[in-house]
Protein backbone atom coordinates (compact mmCIF):
# COMPACT_ATOMS: atom_id res chain seq x y z
CA UNK A 1 0.00 0.00 0.00
CA UNK A 2 1.34 3.82 -0.86
CA UNK A 3 2.28 5.55 2.23
CA UNK A 4 3.75 8.85 2.62
CA UNK A 5 5.83 10.13 5.99
CA UNK A 6 6.51 13.34 6.56
CA UNK A 7 9.43 13.57 9.05
CA UNK A 8 8.54 17.02 11.18
CA UNK A 9 5.26 17.95 12.38
CA UNK A 10 6.10 21.68 14.08
CA UNK A 11 8.62 23.60 12.60
CA UNK A 12 10.00 26.64 14.10
CA UNK A 13 12.11 29.40 12.07
CA UNK A 14 13.59 33.30 12.46
CA UNK A 15 12.95 34.94 8.46
CA UNK A 16 15.84 34.43 6.18
CA UNK A 17 16.48 30.90 8.00
CA UNK A 18 16.49 27.82 5.40
CA UNK A 19 13.85 25.36 5.47
CA UNK A 20 14.20 21.96 4.18
CA UNK A 21 11.10 19.24 4.76
CA UNK A 22 11.23 15.89 4.81
CA UNK A 23 8.99 13.55 2.84
CA UNK A 24 9.72 10.10 2.14
CA UNK A 25 7.42 7.44 0.44
CA UNK A 26 6.71 3.97 -0.53
CA UNK A 27 5.38 2.56 -3.38
CA UNK A 28 6.93 -0.04 -5.93
CA UNK A 29 5.75 1.39 -9.06
CA UNK A 30 5.81 5.13 -11.08
CA UNK A 31 4.57 7.95 -8.93
CA UNK A 32 4.11 10.90 -9.25
CA UNK A 33 5.07 14.32 -6.19
CA UNK A 34 3.49 16.83 -4.90
CA UNK A 35 3.68 19.32 -2.52
CA UNK A 36 1.11 21.16 -1.21
CA UNK A 37 0.48 24.46 0.76
CA UNK A 38 -2.41 25.47 3.54
CA UNK A 39 -2.07 28.92 4.06
CA UNK A 40 -3.77 30.17 7.25
CA UNK A 41 -7.76 30.56 6.17
CA UNK A 42 -7.04 29.17 2.48
CA UNK A 43 -7.72 26.36 0.48
CA UNK A 44 -5.08 24.29 0.03
CA UNK A 45 -2.69 24.89 -2.92
CA UNK A 46 0.00 23.41 -5.06
CA UNK A 47 3.47 24.22 -4.62
CA UNK A 48 5.45 22.20 -7.10
CA UNK A 49 5.06 18.65 -8.78
CA UNK A 50 7.30 15.87 -10.03
CA UNK A 51 6.60 13.57 -12.89
CA UNK A 52 9.70 13.32 -14.68
CA UNK A 53 12.72 14.62 -16.29
CA UNK A 54 14.71 16.87 -13.74
CA UNK A 55 14.92 16.03 -10.18
CA UNK A 56 15.17 19.26 -8.72
CA UNK A 57 11.64 21.33 -9.32
CA UNK A 58 10.95 24.10 -9.15
CA UNK A 59 7.50 25.64 -7.92
CA UNK A 60 6.24 29.23 -6.59
CA UNK A 61 7.63 31.56 -4.17
CA UNK A 62 10.93 30.34 -4.47
CA UNK A 63 10.24 26.68 -3.61
CA UNK A 64 11.91 23.91 -4.76
CA UNK A 65 11.93 20.01 -4.65
CA UNK A 66 14.26 17.24 -5.19
CA UNK A 67 13.29 13.58 -5.95
CA UNK A 68 15.64 10.99 -4.74
CA UNK A 69 14.61 7.85 -6.15
CA UNK A 70 17.22 5.61 -4.55
CA UNK A 71 15.89 7.36 -1.71
CA UNK A 72 11.86 7.42 -2.32
CA UNK A 73 12.31 11.06 -0.80
CA UNK A 74 11.17 13.90 -2.44
CA UNK A 75 12.06 16.88 0.12
CA UNK A 76 10.98 20.54 -0.16
CA UNK A 77 13.43 23.24 0.35
CA UNK A 78 13.45 27.42 0.57
CA UNK A 79 16.85 29.31 0.84
CA UNK A 80 15.40 31.88 3.06
CA UNK A 81 12.02 31.81 4.57
CA UNK A 82 9.49 34.91 4.98
CA UNK A 83 6.99 35.16 7.58
CA UNK A 84 4.03 34.82 4.60
CA UNK A 85 5.58 31.33 4.68
CA UNK A 86 3.61 30.50 7.89
CA UNK A 87 1.22 27.33 6.72
CA UNK A 88 0.89 23.76 6.59
CA UNK A 89 3.31 21.76 4.12
CA UNK A 90 2.07 18.49 2.68
CA UNK A 91 3.73 15.91 0.77
CA UNK A 92 1.31 13.65 -1.71
CA UNK A 93 1.77 10.88 -4.01
CA UNK A 94 -0.11 9.41 -6.26
CA UNK A 95 0.23 6.44 -8.95
CA UNK A 96 1.34 6.97 -12.70
CA UNK A 97 -1.90 6.66 -14.33
CA UNK A 98 -3.77 5.58 -11.61
CA UNK A 99 -6.36 8.63 -11.45
CA UNK A 100 -6.30 10.86 -8.43
CA UNK A 101 -6.20 8.38 -5.67
CA UNK A 102 -3.56 10.83 -4.01
CA UNK A 103 -1.91 9.79 -0.65
CA UNK A 104 -1.09 12.73 1.75
CA UNK A 105 1.17 13.05 4.67
CA UNK A 106 0.27 13.93 7.97
CA UNK A 107 1.99 17.69 7.27
CA UNK A 108 4.27 20.10 8.69
CA UNK A 109 3.50 22.78 10.44
CA UNK A 110 5.41 25.69 9.98
CA UNK A 111 5.85 28.62 11.87
CA UNK A 112 8.31 31.73 10.83
CA UNK A 113 9.00 34.18 13.32
CA UNK A 114 9.76 38.14 12.37
CA UNK B 1 -11.93 31.11 -14.41
CA UNK B 2 -14.13 29.89 -10.83
CA UNK B 3 -12.73 27.89 -8.69
CA UNK B 4 -13.99 24.75 -6.89
CA UNK B 5 -17.12 25.59 -5.11
CA UNK B 6 -18.30 23.36 -2.20
CA UNK B 7 -21.70 23.69 -0.29
CA UNK B 8 -22.64 23.83 2.13
CA UNK B 9 -19.64 25.41 4.01
CA UNK B 10 -20.65 24.20 7.42
CA UNK B 11 -23.02 21.98 8.76
CA UNK B 12 -24.35 20.48 12.38
CA UNK B 13 -26.05 17.19 12.33
CA UNK B 14 -26.25 14.47 14.80
CA UNK B 15 -25.59 10.92 15.42
CA UNK B 16 -27.99 8.29 13.06
CA UNK B 17 -28.39 11.52 10.30
CA UNK B 18 -27.16 11.41 6.96
CA UNK B 19 -26.07 14.36 5.27
CA UNK B 20 -24.95 15.11 1.26
CA UNK B 21 -21.80 17.54 0.09
CA UNK B 22 -22.00 19.04 -2.60
CA UNK B 23 -19.09 20.59 -5.22
CA UNK B 24 -18.53 21.98 -8.00
CA UNK B 25 -15.36 21.88 -10.04
CA UNK B 26 -13.84 23.72 -12.17
CA UNK B 27 -15.21 24.10 -15.83
CA UNK B 28 -13.75 22.06 -18.07
CA UNK B 29 -12.82 19.55 -15.46
CA UNK B 30 -14.26 16.10 -15.00
CA UNK B 31 -11.64 14.67 -12.38
CA UNK B 32 -13.47 14.98 -8.59
CA UNK B 33 -12.18 13.70 -5.69
CA UNK B 34 -13.06 13.88 -2.19
CA UNK B 35 -10.92 14.12 0.95
CA UNK B 36 -11.39 14.00 4.74
CA UNK B 37 -9.68 16.03 6.79
CA UNK B 38 -9.28 15.48 10.63
CA UNK B 39 -6.36 16.72 12.85
CA UNK B 40 -5.60 12.82 13.76
CA UNK B 41 -5.90 11.51 10.35
CA UNK B 42 -4.73 14.58 8.63
CA UNK B 43 -6.03 14.03 4.55
CA UNK B 44 -7.59 10.96 3.32
CA UNK B 45 -8.63 9.88 0.41
CA UNK B 46 -12.23 8.93 -0.02
CA UNK B 47 -12.58 8.19 -3.74
CA UNK B 48 -13.15 10.17 -7.08
CA UNK B 49 -15.08 10.49 -9.74
CA UNK B 50 -13.94 10.79 -13.53
CA UNK B 51 -16.64 11.21 -16.30
CA UNK B 52 -19.91 9.88 -14.02
CA UNK B 53 -17.76 6.90 -13.19
CA UNK B 54 -15.72 6.02 -9.62
CA UNK B 55 -12.48 5.70 -11.18
CA UNK B 56 -10.81 5.42 -7.20
CA UNK B 57 -11.76 4.52 -3.92
CA UNK B 58 -10.31 5.08 -0.38
CA UNK B 59 -11.12 2.93 2.81
CA UNK B 60 -14.13 4.05 4.45
CA UNK B 61 -16.57 2.27 5.25
CA UNK B 62 -20.00 1.75 2.77
CA UNK B 63 -21.75 4.95 4.70
CA UNK B 64 -19.64 6.69 2.53
CA UNK B 65 -21.15 7.43 -1.02
CA UNK B 66 -20.68 9.54 -3.90
CA UNK B 67 -21.86 10.05 -7.24
CA UNK B 68 -21.04 12.22 -10.38
CA UNK B 69 -23.16 13.58 -12.99
CA UNK B 70 -23.09 14.69 -16.06
CA UNK B 71 -21.70 18.49 -15.39
CA UNK B 72 -19.52 16.83 -14.03
CA UNK B 73 -20.89 18.13 -10.08
CA UNK B 74 -20.28 15.43 -7.17
CA UNK B 75 -21.98 15.24 -4.32
CA UNK B 76 -20.90 12.91 -1.48
CA UNK B 77 -23.64 11.37 1.04
CA UNK B 78 -22.61 10.06 4.50
CA UNK B 79 -25.53 7.90 6.03
CA UNK B 80 -25.58 7.25 9.51
CA UNK B 81 -23.38 9.60 11.13
CA UNK B 82 -20.80 8.57 14.02
CA UNK B 83 -19.57 10.98 16.25
CA UNK B 84 -15.62 10.28 14.17
CA UNK B 85 -17.08 11.51 10.94
CA UNK B 86 -17.05 15.25 12.48
CA UNK B 87 -14.12 16.97 9.68
CA UNK B 88 -13.59 19.13 6.57
CA UNK B 89 -14.41 17.41 3.52
CA UNK B 90 -12.59 18.33 0.99
CA UNK B 91 -13.32 18.47 -3.05
CA UNK B 92 -10.74 18.32 -5.62
CA UNK B 93 -11.04 19.00 -9.31
CA UNK B 94 -8.96 18.32 -12.45
CA UNK B 95 -8.87 17.81 -16.09
CA UNK B 96 -8.45 14.06 -15.41
CA UNK B 97 -5.62 13.48 -17.55
CA UNK B 98 -4.69 9.78 -18.04
CA UNK B 99 -1.22 9.92 -16.62
CA UNK B 100 -2.69 11.90 -13.51
CA UNK B 101 0.08 14.26 -13.68
CA UNK B 102 -2.15 17.41 -13.86
CA UNK B 103 -2.93 20.11 -11.11
CA UNK B 104 -5.95 19.04 -8.54
CA UNK B 105 -7.52 22.48 -7.15
CA UNK B 106 -8.70 22.44 -3.48
CA UNK B 107 -12.60 24.13 -2.71
CA UNK B 108 -13.02 25.21 0.78
CA UNK B 109 -14.25 22.12 1.85
CA UNK B 110 -17.38 21.45 4.57
CA UNK B 111 -16.56 21.43 7.85
CA UNK B 112 -19.19 19.03 9.27
CA UNK B 113 -19.67 18.69 13.15
CA UNK B 114 -21.72 15.32 14.26
CA UNK B 115 -23.29 15.85 17.81
Known amino acids: AQSVSQHNHHVILSEAASLELGCNYS??????LFWYVQYPGQHLQLLLK??????LVKGIKGFEAEFIKSKFSFNLRKPSVQWSDTAEYFC????????????FGAGTRLFVKA | KAGVTQTPRYLIKTRGQQVTLSCSPI?????VSWYQQTPGQGLQFLFE???????NKGNFPGRFSGRQFSNSRSEMNVSTLELGDSALYLC??????????????FGPGTRLTVL
Open chain 2, 92 to 105: ASSLGLAESTDTQY
Open chain 1, 27 to 32: YGGTVN
Open chain 1, 50 to 55: YFSGDP
Open chain 1, 92 to 103: AVNARGGGFKTI
Open chain 2, 27 to 31: SGHRS
Open chain 2, 49 to 55: YFSETQR
